[in-house]
């Protein structure tokens, strides 16, 4: 059985848009915006840290890495322009202490949670991305900050774009760029977000040394009976370059097989998250 099956009916934020194998935030875990006058002791001043601001993304199709071709239909909706940076989620501990490092629960992030942090309420760098955060976690923070996570569809809509063009997904020097993005060892000390340039929507730092969480992070490997092992081998044998939409972009792959070895409370240094918004 999934483990994550047995959070499902506990959460309270609406979970329309989550697989029925994908965990959501328990009731009795509550979740609050965090008070504007709740500046934490080691917090840094505003003008340090590039401010949060969405993106209003455009309407379009998107055809899935995996399966038969189909494009799906993408709805405009908003994406931060950059990841939530360490500055933002010590704010949101402020106001949300059960989140800490030091008072979360183990259901919700192992061990590596935070980690980086030299204390519970000391970011490493603040203007510096906030990996090493829990599905759970990152969940919260958007939900807390009136959003939600992107689903992979969207998030592999946004990344698709080079510099000028919406869609450089067939351009071999993009994707040679992308993976060797995702190839780079990564920096003792990682840069401040919104160093890498921007792509076409103006959304920055998508491929590098940081992957992202998106709300459905595990939804190629559900089938439609979550009571299955939650498994798909077309990930780690040759089936995955039969079924996917090009056997040649490695870099696709190697996100995928990355989303497909998490659970909920997995954590890592590599591992941040953004936040999107729904357009009514």
Do not use: K
Not at 2 to 19: E, M, R, T, Y
Not at 210 to 238: I, P
């Amino acid at each position: 059985m999934n483990v994550f099956a047995f959070f499902v009916a506990l959460l309270p934020v609406p979970v329309a848009s989550v697989p029925a194998a994908v965990a959501t935030v328990p009731a009795n875990v509550a979740v609050a915006a965090a008070p504007q006058h709740a500046v934490p002791e080691h917090a840094v001043p505003e003008h340090a840290v590039p401010a949060r601001e969405f993106v209003l993304i455009p309407a379009g199709t998107h055809v899935p890495f995996y399966g038969d071709g189909t494009s799906e239909a993408i709805e405009a909706f908003e994406l931060d322009r950059y990841p939530v940076t360490q500055h933002d989620f010590l704010q949101f501990l402020a106001g949300n202490p059960q989140w800490r490092r030091d008072r979360i629960r183990p259901a919700f992030a192992d061990e590596g949670y935070l980690r980086d942090w030299p204390a519970p309420m000391r970011p490493s760098d603040p203007a510096a991305p906030a990996v090493g955060t829990s599905w759970f976690a990152a969940r919260a923070f958007c939900a807390a900050t009136g959003g939600r996570l992107p689903t992979t569809a969207e998030w592999e809509y946004v990344a698709a774009a080079n510099g000028e063009r919406r869609d450089a997904s067939r351009d071999a020097a993009f994707r040679a760029l992308v993976l060797e993005l995702h190839t780079r060892p990564r920096p003792e000390r990682l840069p401040t977000v919104g160093s890498g340039a921007a792509n076409w929507y103006g959304i920055h730092d998508l491929h590098g040394f940081v992957r992202e969480w998106v709300l459905d992070f595990n939804s190629v490997m559900m089938s439609d009976d979550s009571r299955g092992t939650g498994s798909d081998a077309q990930l780690y044998c040759a089936a995955a370059a039969s079924t996917a939409r090009d056997a040649s972009d490695y870099a696709a792959f190697l996100r995928y097989s990355f989303r497909a070895s998490l659970s909920g409370r997995s954590t890592h240094r590599n591992l941040g998250f953004r936040c999107a918004r729904s357009v009514q």
